[in-house]
């Protein structure tokens, strides 16, 4: 099992939906859980970080944690096609490293 | 400015030559990392360092080195590239602590030929 799994997608939704983006992890003891989004042949930037269970928004963004079922998602409502990316899934190891999931790639259509 | 700076943004070199890409960072972060993309691939690490005198390797080292000139400084060289080393690059930093995020440089997209 991979520590961190995602849907490759692509995930296509209409411009003005809900776009929602899943992410399962293997280490119970995780602690915290980021979400990176990447356009085509840039860097990964920083979209949200959760620690706790429960929901955290941000903006048109919510994350949402539920460590029993050891699993992170993002939702991003009203979705623009400038939200068209690679959403990346991170979470800490045990020796301080970060494991990416392999990327869902998004892709809204006006 | 960037807080994290990785130069060249883009360079092309031949079989067999030394290359060396450089990282800077004015985020005072003690750890810095090294990793490379393969299109449609994911982030894979190559080196990671968490203090000046720390410096471990990650998943994919063989052919690559790097060396930690200061806390803000962090180079990884290819002593005799090849083709299959043609990949885009990101330098990144965090926070001392497990719990911490990685920031991103902008990338060096690396072709050789």
């Known amino acids: 099992q991979k520590e961190v799994e995602q849907n490759s997608g692509p995930l296509s939704v209409p411009e003005g939906a809900i776009a929602s983006l899943n992410c399962t992890y293997s280490?119970?003891?995780?602690?915290?859980f980021f979400w990176y989004r990447q356009y085509s042949g840039k860097s990964p930037e920083l979209i949200m970080s959760?620690?706790?269970?429960g929901d955290k928004e941000d903006g048109r963004f919510t994350a949402q944690l539920n460590k029993a079922s050891q699993y992170v998602s993002l939702l991003i409502r009203d979705s623009q096609p400038s939200d068209s990316a690679t959403y990346l899934c991170?979470?800490?190891?045990?020796?301080?490293?970060?494991?990416f999931g392999q990327g869902t790639e998004l892709s809204v259509k006006p | 400015d960037a807080d994290v700076t990785q130069t060249p943004r883009n360079r092309i070199t031949k079989t067999g030559k030394r290359i060396m890409l450089e990282c800077s960072q004015t985020k005072g972060h003690d750890r810095m990392y090294w990793y490379r993309q393969d299109p449609g691939l994911g982030l894979r690490l190559i080196y990671y360092?968490?203090?000046?005198?720390?410096?471990n390797k990650g998943e994919i080292s063989d052919g690559y080195s790097v060396s930690r000139q200061a806390q803000a400084k962090f180079s990884l060289s290819l002593e005799s590239a090849i083709p299959n080393q043609t990949a885009l690059y990101f330098c990144?930093?965090?926070?001392?602590?497990?719990?911490?995020?990685?920031?991103f440089g902008d990338g060096t997209r690396l072709s050789i030929l």
């Open positions: 959760i620690y706790s269970n």
């Open positions: 990144a930093t965090s926070d001392t602590g497990s719990n911490q995020p990685q920031h």
């Open positions: 280490d119970r003891g995780s602690q915290s």
């Open positions: 360092s968490f203090d000046v005198k720390d410096i």
């Open positions: 991170a979470v800490p190891n045990q020796g301080g490293k970060l494991i």
